[in-house]
């Protein structure tokens, strides 16, 4: 009798399970990854498996998700607990709960196509170009690059004439920022910007963080009008200092 009433539970499981109206979605977390967490249903009540590692995929997995109603027993690590439906999907033998379904993944059409503009971002994210972007070095680049164009930009404001390697030494490094926006703008888009965040890093680091970043974006803002002052350069490199920064504003 026991073990027909475990197998009714089992088949009525599967046949909810089955039942429950399945969407596909993406992987889709900025750090290239997400997290997810085993869970299993017992007695035809879904909780954490205890004592196993968290399972992580990489962007750009499709999964199908269904959803299960709000449970106290899916509450994560003692955090308050939220009315709201729990997603979960099977991945290789095991069902996982998604932590973060704003953060963690994307939703898919019928057709397989991302619905909320992954495209190129989404390959990109998982490149060594995306990872670069997740580290500090972008940053002190675009701080360095504004400390050489700001020192040129000086030197050239008192002189009458402004010789050519002096408008160089302005523009170039303006156009390094720029071409540092464009790889930003295609592998992780705003996110690249994590460092002042304060969800990613907290607020005590983020707000002091934001004077570098104001003033990288206010020479980057000014930098076509400012590039115009000193004197533009002749033919090819003037049209192509022109287009980045330009580029450089709007992005």
Not at 12 to 39: D, P
Not at 44 to 68: M, T
Not at 96 to 113: A, F, M, S
Not at 171 to 184: H, K, N
């Amino acid at each position: 009798m026991k073990k027909l009433l475990i197998l009714l539970i089992l088949v009525l499981t599967g046949v909810s399970m089955a039942c429950a109206e399945n969407q596909n979605y993406v992987v889709s977390n900025k750090k290239g990854k997400a997290r997810f967490i085993q869970v299993e249903s017992e007695d035809g009540k879904w909780k954490y498996v205890r004592n196993v590692p968290d399972v992580y995929l990489e962007n750009g997995v499709e999964i199908s998700v269904f959803e299960i109603e709000a449970d106290k027993s899916l509450n994560y690590k003692g955090s308050p607990y939220i009315y709201r439906k729990s997603m979960i999907f099977e991945y290789d033998g095991k069902y996982l709960k998604v932590i973060d379904p704003e953060k963690d993944i994307k939703p898919v059409n019928e057709k397989g196509e991302t619905t909320s503009g992954l495209g190129i971002r989404n390959y990109l994210s998982n490149t060594a170009l995306g990872r670069f972007y997740l580290t500090v070095v972008p940053g002190l680049i675009a701080l360095a690059c504004v400390f050489i164009s700001g020192l040129f930009l000086i030197i050239g404001f008192f002189k009458e004439s402004v010789p050519a390697f002096i408008r160089w030494a302005f523009a170039v490094p303006l156009c390094v920022i720029a071409v540092l926006e464009i790889g930003a703008a295609f592998s992780l888009g705003t996110d690249a910007a994590w460092w002042v965040n304060p969800d990613d890093v907290g607020y005590w680091i983020a707000t002091p963080l934001l004077i570098p970043y104001s003033l990288v974006a206010a020479m980057m803002i000014f930098s076509y009008k400012l590039y115009g002052f000193l004197g533009t350069l002749d033919g090819w490199a003037n049209v192509i200092i022109s287009i980045l920064l330009i580029i450089g504003i709007i992005l």
